[in-house]
Nanobody
Framework: QVQLVESGGGLVQTGGFLRLSCTAS????????MGWFRQAPGKEREFVAG????????YYSDSVKGRFTISRDNAKNVVNLQMNSLKPEDTAVYYC?????????????????WGQGTQVTVSS
């Protein structure tokens, strides 16, 4: 059974930082592109960052580019999201997702598995 478990969310002030982690089990992690999405109250889920399955190429939404960094450790089955210079508009539930051999997974339909989410709240 595939499981994705996020951790690292919390409450932080504007300008602060958080590091989210997602640990995967039940799949061959190196065969999966990984992504982070977020959903704020009353809004649709949106793409945040992704890393592909074969050369670790990364890509970001315009709203987080230059502030967030996605990385993966295939030996530990972990994908991380380092979030710096946080803003109140980054407040959302953040979800980790895994897509089989996904190269550029901006669309949530590209992903096969999802975590349960972790809350990030940025106070002004």
């Amino acid at each position: 059974q595939v499981q994705l478990v996020e951790s690292g969310g919390g409450l932080v002030q504007t300008g602060g930082f958080l590091r989210l982690s997602c640990t995967a089990s039940g799949l061959t992690f190196s065969n999966y592109g990984m992504g982070w999405f977020r959903q704020a109250p009353g809004k649709e889920r949106e793409f945040v960052a992704g890393i592909n399955w074969y050369d670790d190429n990364t890509y970001y939404s315009d709203s987080v580019k230059g502030r967030f960094t996605i990385s993966r450790d295939n030996a530990k089955n972990v994908v991380n999201l380092q979030m710096n210079s946080l803003k109140p508009e980054d407040t959302a539930v953040y979800y980790c997702a895994a897509g089989y051999r996904v190269r550029v997974g901006i669309d949530s339909n590209s992903y096969n598995y999802w975590g349960q989410g972790t809350q990030v709240t940025v106070s002004s």
